[in-house]
C-alpha cells in the first residue's frame, strides 16, 4: 500500500582486505546544529523475565468423594492439592442412590510416565468401595485438569495444544508393549483461557483404573503446526486496496560477468500477520514474524487421511497425510497462488505472463520424491529456473547435493491415486511437499546454484509408534553460489560470487540458559515457538502426538554475508547482523525481528571494516481474534511494525485500524462489509470446529521524519471508503465444505490518499483511487448460486465495469482534487482486458489463468479550476495479442475532440517457442495518425526499427536474445523504407565488444526485409557494458 522503503547504502563491488578492522559509524549529526532525534525504543524486554511454567504436578495419590445424587448443579471436587477435579455425571447413577463414591486420584511420576511414552502428564482415577454393604458399579465422571503450571514445559503454545487420551490399563505394568501404548482421544474442552481441559461422562469402570494422558497434538486454537507455512495469506493482494503496510530492505550483492545475480531482500507485510488464524502455522519465519527471505518453491498440498475417514487396522482414524487432487502453489518473485494446470505435466500462472511452468520426472535428480519429481518455470525472456534439481550437471557420487526436494509420506488410499496398492499398509510412498528453487540458468548459459539444510523428523504412519517415518519438517538457506556457467559441470567451477546465511537457535540468549542445540531437551521451554514436544528422533518410539507430521524449524537468520573470488582468493564484501526479540503480546510467543545492521568489508587492503547504525523495528499489539472474557479461549493477540528506524537517520511510523466489528453486532458472512471475517478453527477427528471471528487491520497513515536533518515529518492518510469485501474461500479442495466461509480478502473499492505534513491542516493534496476487486462469481450464499457484481462510472466517463476475478486489484478510476476536501482537477477511468489462457474446473470452484492489461485509458483535465463544466478529454486505446498477451498497437488519440494530434505505435515480436523467449521486438513503428487511418508513411512516420538477433536475420527465431543488427529508418518513399543498419558483437557472457556500424543497406516493402551491400561502414565504437547498443526490451541484464 506504501510501496517499498529501501533502506540501503552502496557499497562497491570490489572485494575488500581480509583485516577483521572494525569501524563503527557515528550516530548520524543533525545539520547546522540541530538536535538529532532520539531512536523509539520498545520497552518490552528482549526475552520474558519470568521462567517459563514448567512445573509438573506431584505424583502421588489422593482419595476424593463424589456426590451422585444426579444434582445438575453439583460442584466439582479438587483431588487434594492436585490440579485435577472430578464430578460424577449428573442424572440417575448406576449405583444406589444418594449414596457417596470415593475415587482415588494418581498422578504419576516422571519416570512412569515418560515410559509410557507421554511427553505430559499421566494420572489415573480408580473407583473405591461405596458405604458398607454397598457393592461398587460402573461410573461416568467429567474430568478436569489445570495444567497452568507446565503450559510451558515445551515451546510452540503446548498448553493451546493439550487434549486428554485415555490409555489401556495395561500401559501402568507393561508400557513398553505397542498394544499398551495405544491411545483414544477423549472429546475434551481445552479452556486456553483458564487453562484447563475436561472431558466430561468419562466411563470409570469399577474393576479397573482409569488411565488418561494429557498430551499435545499438532494444532490448537492459536496455531496448526500439521499445515505448512504456507498460508492462506499468501494469496492475498498488497495493494492501496487491501490496506497492508509493506517494506523491504534490499540485500545488495556483487556484480559479475553475464549479470546473473540473485535478487535479495528482506521483506515484510503486515497482512501475512492479519493471515494468522487458528488453522494456519503460526511459526514466525526464520528471519521474524510478517518477514520473509526466500529465494522461491513450489507446493503440493495434501488431504488430512483423517478427513477422508481413513482408519488402520484397529479401526483408529490416522494421523497420515492422502493424495486429493493433483495440485500446485508458486511463491517465487512477486508471483504466487495455486497453478493452473493445461495437460501433459504444464501448468500457468494464474495472473499469465507468459511464464512456462513444467512438471518434470528424472532418475537422474534422486531427489527423494518417489517419482523424481522437479518443476521447470521458464521466463519470457527464456530463464530457465530448476525447483528441485537436487544433484546439479555432472554431479557424480560424493558430489554436494542442493537437498532443495522436501518430503513425506503421502498415502493414496483410493484406486487411480499416486502410490495406490492392494493394502492400506502398503500404499503409501515418500512425495514432495515443497520443491525449492535451487538452480538458475540463462539463455546465455550463465548459472547459480541454491543449497538449504534441512530438518528431518520421524512420525509413526497408521498410529504405529514403531513404524517411525522420516520426512522434512522444514529447514534454511545454506548458501547462493553464483557466477557459474553452464558447461554440463558444475562442480568442477569456482562460483565467483557467494551469499552465505547464518542461522543460529530459535533460543535467545539470556543469562543462565544454554541455547546451544545441543542443549534443547535441557532448555526446551526456551525455544518459545518451537514444539520440541514433536520431535522424533530416528530410532525413537513416535507416540504421545507424534502419530502425524508437523513442519517447523527450530533455526532463525542470524547472519547474511557476501563475498567474491579474485584470482582464486576469497574476499568478504559485505556482510548483515540480524538480532532478534520475543513478543510477548499473548500466551503463544512471538520471534520478532529487533534490527538489521550491515558492515562494509570492502576498500583499500589497509582501510578498517565500516558497520552502520542499526536499522531497528518496534511494534504495536493488535487482536487477531475478537475476544471476550469467559468465552474459553486466551487472547489471539499479535504484534504488527509500528515504527522502522533506518541507518541514515530516516524513520517511518504506522498507524493502523481499530478492530472492524464487535460480538454485539457481528455481520452475516455472505454479505460481510466490515474488517472481520470468520473462520473455523480447532475440532479433532471426534468434535466440530468452531467458527470465530477475526480481524483484519488497514494502515490509517504512514509518517516518514528525518532525526537529524530537522525537517517535517512527512504524513500520508489512507482512507478507506464504501465498504469492505471478502470473497468465499473456493481456492482449494482440501477445506471441507462445511468449514468453508466468506475469508478471502478482497479490500476496498475506493480508497482516498492525503499527503502533507503533520496535523488535519498539515495535509496539502488528495487522491482518490478506485479498484476493481474480483467479485463478480463469488458465492451468493450458503446454499449456493452467484453474484452478479458490476462498478458504474459517473455519467460521461463510461460504461459500467464487470468486476471479473481476472480484474482483481485493478485500479480502474482515479481522481486529483486541488487540495484537502477540494475540487477534480484531473480524473481518469482506465478499462481492463483478459484472455483466458487456461481453466481447471472443479466442483468446488474453477480457476483460470488469464492475460490481462489496460485496453483503454481516458483522461480529463479540468480547463475551469475544478469547477467541474469543462474538461479537455485525452484518450489511449492499447491491443494485445492472444499468444503472450503483449501490446502489439496502441492508438494516442491525445486531445479527443481533434485527431490532428493522433499517434499509432505498432509492435512485431519474434519468439523461439521451445525456449520460450516471447519478449523480444522484432519491429518498432510509431506513425502521427490514428491507428484506425490509413497512414502516408513517406510523410506521417515518427519512427521505424527493426531488430535481429543472435546473428540471424531480421524476422528470425532467437536463439539466446542478444541483439546483434539494429535498422533504423533513413528514409520512406511510401511504399518502401531505407534503413541504416548497426551491429553488435558480444563476448560468451553477453558482454558487448563492438559496436559497428555495417556495411549494408536495408530495405523493406511490407514484411519483407531485404539487405544489400554498401561502402561506407566502418567500425564506430566498442564497449564492455552490455547496456550498449542493446535497443529493444527483452535484453539478459537480470536480478533473480
Known amino acids: 500500500m506504501v510501496g517499498s522503503l529501501f533502506q540501503a547504502v552502496s557499497f562497491p563491488s570490489a572485494a575488500a582486505d581480509s583485516d577483521d578492522q572494525t569501524v563503527t559509524a557515528e550516530p548520524i549529526d543533525g545539520s547546522d546544529g540541530i538536535p538529532v532525534l532520539e531512536r523509539p525504543t520498545d520497552d518490552a524486554p528482549r526475552v520474558p523475565e519470568e521462567a517459563p511454567r514448567a512445573t509438573w504436578p506431584e505424583p502421588g495419590p489422593v482419595d476424593v468423594r463424589l456426590s451422585t445424587g444426579g444434582a445438575a448443579n453439583a460442584l466439582a471436587t479438587r483431588a487434594g492439592d492436585l490440579p485435577i477435579w472430578l464430578q460424577a455425571e449428573s442424572g440417575p447413577a448406576p449405583l444406589l442412590r444418594r449414596q457417596d463414591v470415593t475415587a482415588e486420584v494418581t498422578v504419576l511420576d516422571r519416570e512412569a510416565t515418560e515410559a509410557a511414552g507421554v511427553d505430559g502428564v499421566l494420572f489415573t482415577v480408580a473407583q473405591q468401595t461405596t458405604v458398607a454393604g454397598a457393592r461398587a458399579a460402573d461410573q461416568s465422571v467429567d474430568v478436569q485438569l489445570g495444567y497452568g503450571s507446565f503450559a510451558q514445559a515445551y515451546g510452540g503454545g503446548y498448553g493451546s495444544r493439550l487434549t486428554l487420551h485415555q490409555l489401556p490399563t495395561c500401559a501402568l505394568e507393561t508400557p513398553d508393549e505397542p498394544e499398551c501404548r495405544e491411545r483414544a482421544p477423549l472429546d475434551t474442552v481445552n479452556d486456553t483461557e483458564q487453562q484447563t481441559l475436561t472431558a466430561q461422562a468419562v466411563a470409570l469402570d469399577a474393576t479397573q483404573p482409569l488411565v488418561l494422558a494429557a498430551a499435545a497434538d499438532d494444532a490448537s486454537m492459536g496455531s496448526d503446526y500439521g499445515a505448512t507455512s504456507l498460508s492462506p495469506s499468501s494469496t492475498w493482494n498488497v495493494g492501496l486496496n487491501t490496506g497492508d503496510f509493506s517494506w523491504s530492505y534490499p540485500i545488495g550483492v556483487p556484480d559479475v560477468p553475464g549479470g546473473l545475480v540473485p535478487g535479495l531482500g528482506i521483506s515484510y507485510s503486515s497482512g501475512s500477520i492479519d493471515g494468522r488464524t487458528g488453522n494456519t502455522n503460526n511459526q514466525a519465519s526464520w528471519i521474524g514474524d510478517g518477514f520473509d527471505l526466500w529465494p522461491g518453491y513450489i507446493e503440493r498440498r495434501y488431504q488430512s487421511c483423517a478427513e477422508e475417514d481413513v482408519e488402520n487396522a484397529n479401526g483408529q482414524k490416522v494421523g497420515d497425510l492422502c493424495w486429493e487432487y493433483d495440485n500446485a502453489y508458486l511463491s517465487f518473485n512477486g508471483k504466487g497462488g495455486e497453478l493452473v494446470p493445461v495437460g501433459d505435466g504444464e501448468w500457468k ?72 496398492a492392494a493394502t492400506l499398509a502398503a500404499s503409501w510412498c515418500n512425495q514432495g511437499w515443497r520443491w525449492n528453487l535451487d538452480y538458475v540458468v540463462d539463455p546465455l548459459g550463465n548459472t547459480m546454484a541454491y543449497y538449504y539444510d534441512t530438518e528431518a523428523n520421524y512420525y509413526g504412519r497408521l498410529l504405529d509408534p514403531a513404524a517411525g517415518s522420516r520426512y522434512i519438517r522444514g529447514g534454511t538457506i545454506d548458501r547462493i553460489d553464483y557466477g557459474l556457467r553452464d558447461t554440463g559441470n558444475i562442480y568442477n567451477q569456482q562460483p565467483l560470487a557467494t551469499v552465505d546465511f547464518t542461522s543460529g537457535t530459535r533460543c535467545l540468549p539470556q543469562s543462565g540458559v544454554n541455547c546451544d542445540a545441543s542443549a534443547i531437551d535441557a532448555n526446551e521451554p526456551y525455544w518459545y515457538d518451537t514444539p520440541w ?27 547474511i554475508s557476501t563475498s567474491v573470488r579474485e584470482n582464486g582468493t576469497v574476499r568478504n564484501v559485505d556482510s548483515w547482523s540480524l538480532t532478534h526479540r520475543w513478543g510477548q503480546a499473548d500466551i503463544d510467543y512471538q520471534l520478532l525481528l529487533e534490527s538489521i545492521q550491515r558492515t562494509g568489508h570492502t576498500g583499500p587492503t589497509s582501510a578498517p571494516n565500516v558497520t552502520l547504525p542499526r536499522t531497528s523495528f518496534t511494534y504495536a499489539q493488535l487482536p487477531n481474534r475478537l475476544d471476550r472474557i469467559g468465552d474459553g479461549y486466551a487472547p489471539f493477540i499479535k504484534e504488527r511494525v509500528a515504527t522502522i528506524t533506518d541507518d541514515v537517520g530516516g524513520q517511518i511510523d504506522v498507524d493502523y485500524s481499530d478492530p472492524g466489528c464487535s460480538f454485539d453486532a457481528l455481520p452475516t458472512p455472505q454479505s460481510n462489509t466490515t474488517r472481520c ?183 480529463w483535465t479540468s480547463l475551469d479550476d475544478g469547477a467541474g463544466a469543462r474538461w479537455r478529454s485525452t484518450r489511449v486505446d492499447t491491443s494485445y495479442d492472444d499468444d503472450a498477451g503483449r501490446p502489439t498497437q496502441v492508438h494516442d488519440l491525445g486531445d479527443t475532440s481533434t485527431t490532428a494530434d493522433d499517434r499509432c505505435d505498432r509492435t512485431t515480436y519474434v519468439d523461439n517457442a521451445d525456449s520460450n523467449i516471447l519478449s523480444l521486438v522484432s519491429h518498432e513503428e510509431a506513425v502521427a495518425v490514428g491507428c484506425d487511418a490509413t497512414p502516408n508513411r513517406a510523410e506521417d512516420v515518427i519512427s521505424d526499427v527493426r531488430y535481429a538477433y543472435d546473428g540471424r536475420d531480421y524476422g528470425q527465431a532467437p536463439t539466446v536474445g542478444l541483439v546483434t543488427r539494429t535498422a533504423t529508418l533513413k528514409e520512406h518513399d511510401g511504399s518502401t523504407a531505407r534503413y541504416l543498419e548497426s551491429g553488435v558483437t558480444y563476448d560468451g557472457y553477453g558482454r558487448v565488444l563492438t559496436s559497428t556500424d555495417l556495411t549494408a543497406n536495408v530495405t523493406a516493402t511490407g514484411s519483407t526485409v531485404t539487405r544489400s551491400a554498401r561502402s561506407d561502414g566502418g567500425e564506430v565504437g566498442h564497449g564492455e557494458g552490455r547496456g550498449v547498443g542493446e535497443g529493444p526490451p527483452g535484453g539478459h541484464g537480470r536480478h533473480q
Not at 350 to 368: E, H
Not at 824 to 841: C, F, G, N, Q
Open 677 to 859: 471475517f470468520p473462520q473455523f478453527i480447532g475440532g479433532g477427528v471426534n468434535e466440530d470446529p468452531d467458527q470465530e471471528w477475526f480481524n483484519k487491520y488497514v494502515v490509517t497513515s504512514v509518517s516518514a521524519t528525518d532525526r537529524t536533518g530537522g525537517a517535517l515529518p512527512q504524513v500520508t492518510r489512507y482512507q478507506y471508503l464504501g465498504d469492505a469485501a471478502w470473497h468465499y474461500d473456493d481456492d482449494n479442495g482440501l477445506t471441507p465444505a462445511s468449514e468453508k466461509t466468506w475469508s478471502q480478502w478482497r479490500g476496498y473499492g475506493h480508497v482516498r490518499v492525503q499527503t502533507g505534513g503533520e496535523g488535519d491542516d498539515g495535509m496539502i493534496s488528495q487522491e482518490d483511487t478506485y479498484f476493481l476487486r474480483g467479485m463478480h462469481g463469488d458465492r451468493r450464499d450458503p446454499g449456493g448460486g452467484t453474484k452478479s457484481v458490476t462498478v458504474s462510472l459517473p455519467q460521461g466517463e463510461g460504461d459500467s465495469i464487470t468486476d471479473h476475478a481476472a480484474y482483481q486489484g485493478f485500479a480502474y478510476r482515479t481522481a486529483t482534487y486541488d487540495g484537502v476536501d477540494g475540487r477534480i482537477l484531473e480524473k481518469s477511468v482506465s478499462r481492463p482486458w483478459s484472455h483466458e489462457t487456461a481453466r481447471d474446473e472443479r466442483s468446488w470452484g474453477d480457476i483460470t489463468a488469464n492475460f490481462s492489461g489496460t485496453s483503454r485509458t481516458s483522461t
Open 533 to 559: 514436544d514433536l520431535n522424533c528422533a530416528s530410532g525413537s518410539r513416535c507416540d504421545d502426538g507424534r502419530s502425524s507430521p508437523s513442519f517447523w524449524t527450530r533455526n532463525r537468520l542470524t547472519g
Open 349 to 420: 500462472l494464474q495472473n499469465d505472463d507468459g511464464t512456462r511452468v513444467r512438471r518434470l520426472n528424472s532418475s537422474a535428480r534422486a531427489n527423494g520424491d518417489n517419482d523424481n519429481e522437479y518443476w521447470e518455470l521458464t521466463s519470457p525472456d527464456g530463464t530457465r529456473y530448476y525447483f528441485g534439481y537436487h544433484r546439479l550437471p555432472g554431479w557424480a557420487s560424493g558430489n554436494e547435493t542442493t537437498d532443495s526436494v522436501w518430503t513425506v509420506p503421502v498415502y493414496g488410499n483410493d484406486a487411480g491415486e499416486e502410490c495406490h
